[in-house]
């Protein structure tokens, strides 16, 4: 029996309760829940980028005193918590969750209700640490929580720290796991591992550093969590605790950490590139294994950020070679994207700009840290602003130029209608121009000296003018977001409806409708090559073929390639609704236990700081969570 002569059990139609907000909040659609991980990280964007805007006016002149010392101390350790854990992290999971599924052939992810539990946790780790504002208590002992400085006699907000990430750790854990079971068993047929989109291949590799990388946090963070809330001594030099032994944890975690970061960007420039210099991806397997390479080797580098802490020359001159080593994968995808551009016909829109946009930035925030994994030159740096400056073009010029490629990309796949491109390039324009002015003067600053994490300096440092211009192009680079935000709003009211295949691509998300039906697919598709919809848009052209299409001869035309008999289509008693309606296809209820076992937990471990009462609340409504999800029915019954 085919797949699609299967007879799926008919779904009732929703209750009219399930509409509106209560159709989000129980919803276990991944698409739902890719938009709602979407719009939340991009929140946490904005707080992230204000709170970086305070420090950098605070910066802008010397002995400034626009904000005290210990509100700075808070700004910059909110805001580097923030766009870590809050932003680039969860936005990739939004990636994640609209994609994957598409990408493979899939109706939905493997674990829905885990899906949904894993945003609302999520969502509550990041209120309950933004909650620390309410209470005078932000954390303020770095992102990095450093000990003894985490300690609770010289940082009084810190407990939020080690809380909120703890629960935050559990969303990013719960989500892995669901991707590796769905990239692993939901593939459509014929799509084996080696045809897979690259950004399906990241989405597995960053999935397996997320369940490996974070229980080590995990435990780290609770060791904390316990010096401060029961008087254990992890991290007390005075009773026989090892302020290192949180740094080999933290940074065990955090470099890793580094490429569950930059890896889904990866994935996205590798998607967009191929797309619009009508060209397949260069050398598709040495982009795979690279990425592997890079995932495996990033086990063995975490000591470069330890280099002044007196570890000895033989650790030092491990950590500094192995640290030049992962350069070569980097190294070998970045030609793999030049090479991909080398004689396409390249179409310079807003993603097309962005994914340049991120080679570009990348490599300037690599060769910065080759010259971290050179020992006196680390010494030289360690502390200064030419750091801030390094991982700034890894994860904003890398990561988050990425991620806004991605967006315009995906936009019409995800909503119908197109962004508009004069606005769009316009914002990639002021992002560029703004966040180079903003971060390459820190390269100079740090190498003259000027400490990271200072409250002020003085006029005589000479530094003033180069924290003038950074402060100036932190704003250009607000003013670029802003013009996002605008497009945003000017498109969805103008509301160029896109179609189901605006960009002539190649993976197989873009066969089906824009936005997408509830059930994705009507029939799971057979997959024959990689890139395969363009093998069936164009059947005479093969792979050698299409790395030479020129997109000036419009080969579009008269192309044998029929949209109506590849497009996902129902029977006609059997039209779908995209509210969810009558469609004949098995689709998993709608469920409110993930919710509730969500708020559990983050009341429960909320509790901890104030009040066991609290803590009493949390457990019970974990209870009614899990045995409520337990016994919950898997999907509609039938009529």
Known sequence: MTTASINFPRVIPRPK????IWSWIGTVDHKRIGTMYGITAFFWFIVGGLEALLIRTQLSRAESDLVSPELFNQLFTMHGTTMIFLVVMPMASAFFNWLVPLQIGARDVAFPRLNAFSYWVFLFGG?????SWLFGLAPDGGWFGYAPLSQAEFSAGMTFWSVGLNVLGIASIAAALNFVVTILNMRAPGLTMFKLPVFTWNTLITSVLILVAMPVIAVALTQVMFDRLFGTNFYVPAA???PVLWQHMFWLFGHPEVYILIVPAFGIVSEVLPTFSRK???GYPFVIFATIAIAFQGWFVWSHHMFTVGLGPVVN???GISTMAIAVPTGVKIFNWLGTMWGGSLRLNTAMLFSIGFIAMFTIGGFSGVMHAVVPHNA??????????HFHYVLFGGAVMAIFSGIYYWWPKMTGWLLNEKLGITNFILMMIGFNLTFFPMHWVGLDGMPRRIYTFAAEMGWETSNMAITIGSFILALGVLVFMINVVVSRRNKAVAGNDPWDART???TIPSPPPPYNFAEIPVVEHRDDFWYKKYPHLHEEHLEALDHESNITEGREYDPERHEATVSKEDAPL???GSHGIHLPDMSYYPIILAAGIAIAMGGLMFSYIVSVLGAVLIVWGLLGWSLEPASEPDH
């Open 17 to 20: 309760s399930h509409s509106g």
């Open 127 to 131: 209120i309950l640490i933004n909650t």
């Open 240 to 242: 026989g605790g090892d």
């Open 280 to 282: 397949p991806l260069f």
């Open 317 to 319: 001159s491990f950590f």
């Open 380 to 389: 030289q740096q360690q502390d200064t602003y030419f750091v801030v400056a």
């Open 508 to 510: 197989i998300e873009w």
């Open 578 to 580: 995209h509210g969810g």
